[in-house]
Every structure is written in structure tokens, then in C-alpha cells.
């Protein structure tokens, strides 16, 4: 340990500056923190070095510690759920909705008004078409004025738009690993856009922390098996973004399938290529050279999804099989990070203008 | 117990007849015992009430007792790990080789010209042009012409050849898996033979049983990948299996992927329909309604690998998302029974006249 | 294959006459088949050869076919489920209740006056006092007169008196593995009954195929965790049994723990030795020397819980960690078959006077 | 986000100190990366505040990038493997030996020569009689007089003595876990010393990342087993530390189990109770009360492995089943964390003057 006395001094006196003046926080409120994503959001944000956790809110556990729920978080997290309350959530610099669908579109006109901004990681935001929302969630949308303004949150494609935004709807955890997995080859226009095939994989903690018998451990556990292969609702998500992305209408086939892992999702992508002469390692890599979370693999490589196990990254391999025109991408992420409350996070370190990989830069967990 | 006192006397008869005349039975052979494909044809053979087991051979562990090795086979297996020894095997009805590739071919001349039947487990027999089989395995092939004479051991296709084929090559499992789920698409020409994928996923026992660091607990647990997307040797076995079945060229992509599950292989298939008017449901129907081992779901099922775990079945569903022009079937097998041990014990009751599922007819193992 | 013809055709007409006079069945009546103890049951029951299923009862899924509940029963059961009707269960020779707690008790009565047997696999029958019973599953006992008479039903201990009971109480899955692994010991004085230590594990299907939040795959998985330490409901009834066994009082210390399994029991058993000078292999072997479905591993092993899985054995060893005082039994078994639906089978077996291993004779499912 | 201008550019500044002078870091080293205590020590090290990874050798992977070897480390950690060079690892700080036993000890004496301090995450350094280790890991010791000063770097008994160590023996996995939860008994004299119960169960990490057929995913998943019941290494150092403890002979009975997930250790520890008076829960709180990373849990409570997964937090639960003279201890860690690399780094902050809990400071991962 090489530093000269003196140096050591000013570092403490820097340290103490920085936690003495600890209202140099942005202050969150949490919707819903009794599931895999607020408890993973709590994870997350306990140790954010610029976060002051204010609210977070339950109804069905109202009055009880957190910490009693989720004995992880004893020693970082000293809240109390409470009933929501407009008042409480008002004087918070944001707010996250880690409700199920529907229930954040109800507060979020009160929460704009007052100034907070919303980060929604459940679907009522990502859909811009309200009636494409209702046929898909099966209610009307209560504020299609807030829908119409709020912005997609991939930060690899709507950075600027979210440092502006007031409402940010955090995207799905198969689309995320999806679109950063074509989004290479659907903007340069390199795959034909009517035969796309997605065939996604899952961790189960994707279900949610809600108690049901086919994801009890001796249902999931030792198993594997398709699901909604005839229409899952990230498929009008992913179609919506991947057309924007490409500027033409979009074929996908989305099949997901549950895996018995409790975190991570692999997308194994399918796409026939228009030309022969594409370097696709270098398409790829250019497309996320400036991403901190995007992490293209190199040539030959099988990206797993405990690469990025707690952890915020999405790491990518690209492959031509024979060097024939199929292009297969694999795509893996932690479906409760970057699939969903690290990229809140992400998303809220953008639109409050600090450094985007605040808290979020921790290597993932091997094995 | 209503049966009358004098026909349960001559049941117990009955039964004393079929069990003191041990001697109508099959004797068997088994060349390589101590991997997840010996362990498993052990369990199925040791029970299977038409063969006496004979001889069980491992350089490794020979001299050691099998159920000291496999204690699941106490009381069941009494048999001791013996040196490969050709006289032995002669003595046997058939032998069946589980050992790794290139083992099975340097034994198949001897045997089959003592008169037992071969039935190889492993690849050896599988691809029907040597320099394939070259290509692909490392070595050149040692019995060309019994390769040639070699039948293909599916039996939902070859049945008839299984009958009287003195070698038998016993499909791999990632092709029992892909054939079945494609067949009924292929022989009547129902897709696009240029873009098939498929996409599948294996449980760990499929890497066998040595030890190797990415097959530990700790790597594969809770963990998700690809692999060998360049190329697997699965590949050209389906391949070939899938051109014979529809007469012409067949394009195929090929993802197999590893999944934390013990046993277990789940097939996703994607082809293009080459017309809109075709009833999928009842052409899978009508293909397999004599198969006593494979199984089409009804409309808008997912068959999940536990419900057939531990069992020889192969079920199926067909799938067309959107009513478009994209077939999805999902076909899954148990990897080390019907991928394995289990239709090797279907292949030997057809090749010895008995019936079909003797020894194969125990529900999956669920959960 | 080298039976003579003759004794082939005799054998074919043997098995006509067995499979032809279908009457000589014991018809099995199932009330609550849609748990992990249900759907064990089916899976041995269906293939069983001297079993008729007549009836399964469901209020939940009344009119639904059981093999839509249980995809792997597809071909082996053609049931539907059916509101509990108490003329159609007097039809039976024998019912198993596999319901949750205190319902065998209301359904006994009308059963046993009907001269049908009952096989109650969860505790109704199983604590001897009605008050205790009160205490610990917090209702009055229905029937104590059938309380008084019903037979514990384990045939290592029972069997003679299980051979013409009317009501069986099958014994829990925790209580089978630690009372195997102790009653050697007790049975002969040898340890102090005053400190008994069972430190049990089981995997997850012990807890049921009900939606709760504590047995979903993302609760369970990589994760351990003892549970009631304070009191569990199997505890008086070990202690009853081991109190019979030993003919002392007995103190227990049984702590229970949740490992992310699907099947299996492992009860690790601690004792103190009241001499030095005891061969304990040799009373382990002794005890069980005619026992088929326990099985005394050699000095120095550990049986681990796959050996036993899908399978009715329970495998032990036991152990004195450098030759002092203290004895280490460790016990395991499939917790819902030996534990549950296996041990009813064999009640059933010894009911009805017929081989005790019927049905129940194929290895465990390794791996 | 409420921070007054002026302040903001004084903590810009404060960072940009922090950061800028690099120099006040620790130089680290690392001998034998390639393990699972290897990768985990790199994933704490990489974003501990206060230390630069200077090299780290690895005799088989020399000239492969680190990162190569494990992906989750990629944007982390840029080193190469290199062959153990003495004169590079002369220039660093510390040197952690994340090595299998027996080498440590022949890079000790060269490394305390240098000034090195050295903290060896294997056994060479545990057992303080080099009689007792050679004849547990089969060698003589290569530097009695090393041993004879070396400190068992178990914090929460010998944070003092850490300190100035020049050799830090860091503990054994289960050593951990079981006297953190049998110390509070121990000091105080609460229970017989002579009949000490440790029933410990791990995951499959605690095994190495070394290719063993035992510990294959297909081995090792979905069953459950003791192991080393006759005898483990870690049997002689818990006992010398609870000796030490307790100032008498200790008689423990210890039994170690393979569990199916990757991380955690979870101890069940039984005694007998030498009073009845006592209140074990303020006990247990008293003694861990200002100890960073022992938690206490509430009366009644079962800590589960998951409350501690990738976190250095041991938890802790006293129980008094029935008010009887049996405890229950009940004990969890992270093996791979508290029970290695985590209580290594522990250890090097306590030994250099840094906060104890700096980089160590995540909540653990859930679910």
C-alpha cells in the first residue's frame, strides 16, 4: 500500500464530504416491491451510491419490515411497506412500478403532475397503440395522452429520448434479449424482415414471485417444455420495436420456453440473410462499441446466460453455419437485471444525468 | 379379488411355467456398461422379462461388480465388469455396444459372423457414407460393407428392415427427436426442404458420463447455452435421414443447446408451409396412430420432457402461430430411453419377433 | 432365443389366461388423485398386473380425464376425474385416500362397512391418541373407535397385522426413513433413547403440488433451509413408533430441511452407543435380512437418494465415526414412493395376500 | 435530485482525487486463478475500491486471458495467466494462494522474505500441529516455523491478531459455518463439549472446478448425500478452534452432505445443554452484536443459503426445540464468500487498515 500519508488524508476528507452531504441523492419510490423485481430492484438500489430509497409500497404487506420478507436485504434496507400513497410517491424524484400490468397506468397521471417521473417495468407503457394494448391485456387503457408520450426504454436505442422523458416503459425482459440480438442486422437491413424466428429460453424467477402450480419447484425442476407458442404478449412488443427498428412490417415467430434456472434468458435468433458478403462479427461490433452493457462475443463463441447472472450486461454471439444465409444470433441476459430492474436502473441513471453504469457495475456472479 | 379359486391356481401355474423355463429367453450382451447408456440399458434389460443378461464388459472397471459401480442395480444386476472377450460375446443373442464412438466397428465382423446381432448405440453404423463418417468422427470407417448392410435402427421408419438386419445402428438422440418431429412434414412434402431449423435442447446426461469441467454441477446448474452451432455431429445424421425421407436436398439448421435438466431432449422445429389448406393436427395424427411410442398432443399442446422421463415415449404437438405460414413442432424424448436404451430395447424386440414394448411399457416418471 | 417351441406356446397360453380372466383383480379405488401422492399412485397402479383402477375422485377436477391432468398417464389411465360418490367407492376392494389431512377420517366409516379396505396415506390414522391428533392437525378426530384399530402400515414392523387390517394408516415420508434407519437400535436397546438426533432433507414434492410461495422453483432452487425446527407434525409420530420399538420413552430432536430436489429423503441419524463392543453392520443386516425393499449397504458407504428414486427401497448404512460413541444411520428412500404411494402399493400387496413386491419390483431411476 | 450545485462539483472533485491517485491501492497477486475460489476472489477484487491486480498465475493456463477463461469477467479484468514467477509476486502487497494444498507452503517463506504478506485460502496453514497435517493431507510440512506464526484468519476471533499477520491461514468452508455457530455456546461454556453434533450440507462448488465424475451436473443433481462420514479434512480444524475456544477437549461428531445447488453451506449443529436458565437468543446477539458480517436472526427463524448467496454474511438461528436441553444451531454461508474469497478479502482489509467490510458491502443475490 503505496500512498503518501498526505494523500490518504485528503481521500478521507473526500469520503466524508461525500456521505456527510448525503441529500445530493435522487430520491425513489417503489410501486409494488413484494416481487422478484422489486426485491431485485431493492438489491440493486440499496447500494447505489446516489440513491435515497424513500417509499415503497405494498398493499398486501403493508406494515411489514421489508427486510422480513426478504432476509437478503437485512442490514441495507430499513423501510416499512406501506399502502400507496399520492402524497409519499409525490415527493419522490422518481418512482418505479414493479406492479403487475395495469396498475401503473392508474398512478401515473398523479405522479407526472407532481413532478415525478415514472419508471414503469411492468407492459402498461410499452405498447403505443392502446388498442393493440387492450387486445393483448385485456383492459382499456386508462391515460392513452401518457402512452403517446412515454419513451420505450432501450437505452442502445433511445438514450436521448429518456434523459427528456417522463414516462419511461422499461421493456420485457425477451424483448430486451431479442432487439439488442437483431437490431444489428434489422437497421442495416441485412435479413429478410418476414421469416424471423426468435426461440427464447427462460429462467423461472420470469414468472414471478406469484404462487402457482406450474412453476412450484417439482413442476419446473428436471423439465423443459414450450409455452404460448399460439401468441405471447412480448410478441406485439418486440414486433412493434423490431419495425420501427427495420422501417418495413416484421414476420416473427416467438416461441418461449421455460428452463429450469431461476435467472437468465437465452435468445437463439434466426434470421435468412439478403447477401452473401456481410462481415457480421464486425456489424455487431460496431453496433455496441459504445455500449457499456452490450458485450459482442467473439467469433466461434457460445455466450451462458451465468456470463451475465446478476449482473446488468447482454453478451452476444454471432454465427453463419456453414457459411450458409441463415444467420443465427445468441443473446443472453438476466432476466431480473437487464431484463428488467437493472435496466430501471440503467434507464434512471440516463434520465437523471449521472454516469449511466451508477451501480450497475458489478462483474456477474460465477458460478 | 374376485377371481375364482381355481383360476388363480392356474395363474400361480402359469406363472411357475413362464418363470422355471428361464431358457426362452434372449441372451445379451453389452459391450461398454459403465456410462449413463449402459446404466440405463441395465435397468430397462434387468427387468425386461424376456432376457437373461449374459456378459457386461469394461476395460475401466472390469472385475469390479456392477452394483457396487451403479448400487441403483443392487438386488437387480449381480454381474461382475468383465475384459471385452470375443467367445463370450459370441455366446450371446445380441450384443448391445455402448461404448464411445469407433469401438462398435472393430467388434461388428466378429459378432456378426458368430451370429449375434449388433445393435450400436453409438454412432458407428449410423452414417451410410464412410467418408462421412470419416469426416465427422476422425477415423476411417473399419467395416465398410457392414456399414453399408446396416439399418438405420428408427423403427417408426424401418421397421420392417429392423426385423431381419444382422447390424443395427441406433439413432442418436438429438435425431430421434428431430426425425419425429419432422417426418410427417417431409414425406408428404408439406415444407420448404430448404430452411428447416431445429432448434433443441438437451438435459446434461447426454454428455455422458466422464469427467469434464463444463459438464460439473457447477457449471451446468442454473446455467443456459448453445453450442457447437459450427457444427455438431448430429448434424449429417439428420440430415441424411431427413433427405431419405423426403427425396430431395434438405437445408437444416441445427442449434443444440445444453439445459440444467438430467434427462430430457425438447426439439423446437421450424419449417415454411408450403400451402395454407393443410390440416397439421391430423397429418401428425394419422402418420403415428400405429406407433406405440410416439404421441401427438391434441391442438395447442406443449408437451414438457418430465412426461416422459424415464420412459420411451415421444410426444409431439404441432403448431402454426397466426395461422401463418410457419409450422412450429415440439417433439420431446427421454435422451438415454427413447434416444437411447430404450429404443435400442424396441429395436432388439422387433429384431427378435416379440412384442414391440415388452420391457418399455412403464408410465414416465413424474413428477 | 433358444426356448423349445412347445414351451413358447405354453407360455402364450399362460399369459392368455392370466390377461383374459381380468377378474382375478383387485379393484382400486382412488379419493383425491390429483397430488404428487395421486398421480405416484397411478404411475404404479396402472401397470400394476393384478390391479383394476375403478374409480379416482377430484372435487377440484371432477370431469376432467386424468391423463389431461398428467400428460405422462396418457395410453396407462383412461379415468376422469369424479365427485367422490360414496356407492361407487363401496364398489372397490380397496381405497387409498391420498387427500390432504381429514378427509380419510369422514370417508372410513362407510368404507369399512361396505367391506372395503382402507389405505389412508395421509395421518389420519397414523397417531394412536385422538388428543394428540387434535393437537397436531388442529381438528377433533372423526372416528376414533377406526382409530383404535387401524394398523400402522409399516410392513418392516406391521406386517402380519397389516395382512387383515381394515384401515392401514401408511406411515409419513420422514417417519419411514428415520424409523428404517433406528429401529435396529432400538429395538435391541443399543443407544440411549433419551438423545436422539434426526436431521432429515427432503426434496420439494414432500411439500405437495400446491401453488405456495415457498416451494416455487425460484424459492427452492440452489437454495437450502431447515424448517419447523421448533415442532413438526411427523415428530410425534416417529416418536409414538420409536417408543413402541424401543419400549422407553424417547427424546427426539427432529429437525426437517427443504432441498432443491424433486425426490427423495435423506434422514441422517444420530445415536449414542450404550456399549463399545456391538457389530453394527451385522444387526443392521441381520434385521432386514428378509426384508425386499431394505437394503443394508456395506461398512463404510453412503447411499445417496437417487439410488432409491421412483424406486419403493430404502437404502442405509451405518456408520461410528472413529470408533466412538457415537452412531451415525443414514437412511434414504423416495419420499413418495417408499415414503408414500410405494409403501401403500406393498400394504395393498400384503392385504390381499399376494407377492408383496407386485408392482413394485424395477430399479431406481439412476440418473 | 435535491444536491446544491457548489457541493456537486466538490464531490466531482473528491472523486476525481479518489480516483486519480491510484497509487494509494493495494498491490494484489493472486497464485492458482483458475478455480471457483479463483474466479470469486477476482470478482470481489476487481471492483474492490482500494486494490490493483497486479498478476495472477496459473501454471496450466499460462498465456490465456483471464477473461477467456470466465466471460462473466470480461470489461473487468484484462490480466493473462502467467507462469508463477517469484520476483513478480515479490512486487506485490499480498498474495492470495488460491491453490489446492500443499503449495502455499512452498511459496511462503519466499513471499515473507519480500515483505509479502501472504493469506492462503487453503489448508497449509490451519492446523497448527504439523504432525496433524501431514497426516490429514498426506505430505510433511514444507515450513513449520511459517505455521508456528501464522494466524487463523477467522475475524471474528482473531481480528486483532490478523492484523500484523505476515501469514493469514483463511478458513475452511464448513469450519466457518460451524463455529460461527457453535463459538457463542463454546466461550461460555453452554453445552457438553464432548458430544457436539455438526450436520453440514454444501453445494456442489465446495468441491472444486476439477472434471470428477461424482460431482457431474448428471451425478450431483437432483440427489442428496453424505460424504466422508468416516473422517474429513476439515473434522481436525474445527476441532482445534473449537478447542481453543472452549479451553477443553471437544468431542464432535462431523457429517458433511452433497446438496444439489452451486453455492452455500448450511450448518445444523446440535448440543446439549448444560442449564436450562439460559436465554441462547440474547446469547447468539450479544456476542455477534458488533460484528459486520455475523447476522442474528429473530427467535424462531430458519436462515436459508439464498439470504447469503454471493454476500459474506454468515446467518444465524438458535432454536430450543420443546424447551428441552438440545440446541439447534442452524448456520449459514456462502461457501465460495465467508467460506473462502470473501473472508480472504475480509481478512486483507483488516490486515491493511481499510474498513473491514470494503468491497464486501452487496446485499446477497435473491432469488
Same mark, same amino acid.
Given at each position: 500500500?503505496?500512498?503518501?500519508?498526505?494523500?490518504?488524508?485528503?481521500?478521507?476528507?473526500?469520503?466524508?464530504?461525500?456521505?456527510?452531504?448525503?441529500?445530493?441523492?435522487?430520491?425513489?419510490?417503489?410501486?409494488?416491491?413484494?416481487?422478484?423485481?422489486?426485491?431485485?430492484?431493492?438489491?440493486?438500489?440499496?447500494?447505489?451510491?446516489?440513491?435515497?430509497?424513500?417509499?415503497?409500497?405494498?398493499?398486501?404487506?403493508a406494515g411489514r419490515k421489508v427486510a422480513d420478507l426478504f432476509p437478503s436485504l437485512r442490514g441495507f434496507v430499513d423501510l416499512v411497506f406501506s399502502e400507496p400513497d399520492a402524497r409519499q410517491l409525490a415527493g419522490c424524484d422518481v418512482v418505479f412500478s414493479a406492479t403487475p400490468n395495469g396498475v401503473a397506468m392508474t398512478h401515473a397521471r398523479a405522479l407526472v403532475d407532481a413532478g415525478v417521473r415514472l419508471i414503469d417495468i411492468a407492459a402498461?407503457?410499452?405498447?403505443?397503440?392502446?388498442?393493440?394494448?387492450?387486445?393483448?391485456?385485456?383492459?382499456?387503457?386508462?391515460?392513452?395522452?401518457?402512452?403517446?408520450?412515454?419513451?420505450?426504454?432501450?437505452?442502445?436505442?433511445?438514450?436521448?429520448?429518456?434523459?427528456?422523458?417522463?414516462?419511461?416503459?422499461?421493456?420485457?425482459?425477451?424483448?430486451?434479449?431479442?432487439?439488442?440480438?437483431?437490431?444489428?442486422?434489422?437497421?442495416?437491413?441485412?435479413?429478410?424482415?418476414?421469416?424471423?424466428?426468435?426461440?427464447?429460453?427462460?429462467?423461472?424467477?420470469?414468472? =414471478?414471485?406469484?404462487?402457482?402450480?406450474? /412453476?412450484? *419447484?417439482? &413442476?419446473?425442476?428436471? +423439465?423443459?417444455?414450450?409455452?404460448? %407458442?399460439? #401468441?405471447?404478449?412480448?410478441?406485439?412488443?418486440?414486433?412493434?420495436?423490431?419495425?420501427?427498428?427495420?422501417?418495413?412490417?416484421?414476420?416473427?415467430?416467438?416461441?418461449?420456453?421455460?428452463?429450469?434456472?431461476?435467472?437468465?434468458?437465452?435468445?437463439?435468433?434466426?434470421?435468412?440473410?439478403? =447477401?452473401?458478403?456481410?462481415?457480421?462479427? /464486425?456489424? *455487431?461490433? &460496431?453496433?455496441?462499441? +459504445?455500449?457499456?452493457?452490450?458485450? %459482442?462475443? #467473439?467469433?466461434?463463441?457460445?455466450?451462458?446466460?451465468?456470463?451475465?447472472?446478476?449482473?446488468?450486461?447482454?453478451?452476444?454471439?454471432?454465427?453463419?453455419?456453414?457459411?450458409?444465409?441463415?444467420?443465427?444470433?445468441?443473446?443472453?441476459?438476466?432476466?431480473?437485471?437487464?431484463?428488467?430492474? =437493472?435496466?430501471?436502473?440503467?434507464?434512471?441513471?440516463?434520465?437523471?444525468?449521472?454516469?449511466?453504469?451508477?451501480?450497475?457495475?458489478?462483474?456477474?456472479?460465477?458460478?
Amino acid at each position: 500500500m503505496r500512498a503518501p500519508p498526505t494523500l490518504r488524508r485528503c481521500v478521507v476528507i473526500c469520503y466524508y464530504l461525500i456521505f456527510r452531504f448525503g441529500t445530493c441523492m435522487i430520491k425513489v419510490g417503489i410501486i409494488g416491491g413484494t416481487g422478484y423485481t422489486g426485491v431485485e430492484l431493492l438489491r440493486l438500489l440499496s447500494v447505489h451510491p446516489q440513491v435515497e430509497l424513500g417509499v415503497i409500497t405494498s398493499r398486501a404487506d403493508a406494515g411489514r419490515k421489508v427486510a422480513d420478507l426478504f432476509p437478503s436485504l437485512r442490514g441495507f434496507v430499513d423501510l416499512v411497506f406501506s399502502e400507496p400513497d399520492a402524497r409519499q410517491l409525490a415527493g419522490c424524484d422518481v418512482v418505479f412500478s414493479a406492479t403487475p400490468n395495469g396498475v401503473a397506468m392508474t398512478h401515473a397521471r398523479a405522479l407526472v403532475d407532481a413532478g415525478v417521473r415514472l419508471i414503469d417495468i411492468a407492459a402498461d407503457f410499452r405498447l403505443r397503440d392502446p388498442g393493440l394494448w387492450e387486445k393483448w391485456y385485456g383492459m382499456p387503457h386508462a391515460c392513452p395522452d401518457l402512452l403517446a408520450e412515454a419513451v420505450y426504454g432501450l437505452p442502445e436505442v433511445n438514450r436521448e429520448r429518456i434523459r427528456a422523458a417522463r414516462v419511461i416503459a422499461n421493456p420485457g425482459c425477451y424483448p430486451t434479449a431479442v432487439q439488442l440480438g437483431l437490431l444489428p442486422l434489422l437497421e442495416r437491413g441485412l435479413v429478410d424482415p418476414d421469416h424471423l424466428i426468435a426461440d427464447a429460453k427462460s429462467g423461472v424467477s420470469g414468472a =414471478g414471485r406469484k404462487a402457482e402450480v406450474h /412453476t412450484l *419447484f417439482a &413442476e419446473a425442476s428436471d +423439465n423443459f417444455k414450450a409455452y404460448a %407458442v399460439g #401468441g405471447h404478449r412480448h410478441w406485439p412488443e418486440i414486433r412493434q420495436e423490431l419495425e420501427r427498428a427495420s422501417g418495413t412490417p416484421v414476420g416473427l415467430t416467438f416461441v418461449p420456453h421455460l428452463t429450469p434456472m431461476v435467472r437468465g434468458i437465452h435468445a437463439t435468433l434466426y434470421g435468412r440473410l439478403k =447477401g452473401a458478403n456481410i462481415d457480421l462479427q /464486425t456489424v *455487431f461490433e &460496431e453496433r455496441y462499441r +459504445n455500449e457499456p452493457f452490450v458485450d %459482442v462475443l #467473439g467469433p466461434g463463441s457460445h455466450p451462458d446466460t451465468r456470463s451475465v447472472r446478476a449482473s446488468n450486461f447482454c453478451r452476444i454471439a454471432v454465427h453463419r453455419p456453414g457459411d450458409g444465409d441463415t444467420v443465427v444470433v445468441l443473446s443472453v441476459i438476466d432476466n431480473l437485471v437487464k431484463g428488467a430492474a =437493472g435496466q430501471a436502473v440503467q434507464n434512471m441513471n440516463i434520465a437523471f444525468g449521472i454516469d449511466e453504469t451508477t451501480g450497475l457495475s458489478a462483474p456477474a456472479v460465477l458460478p
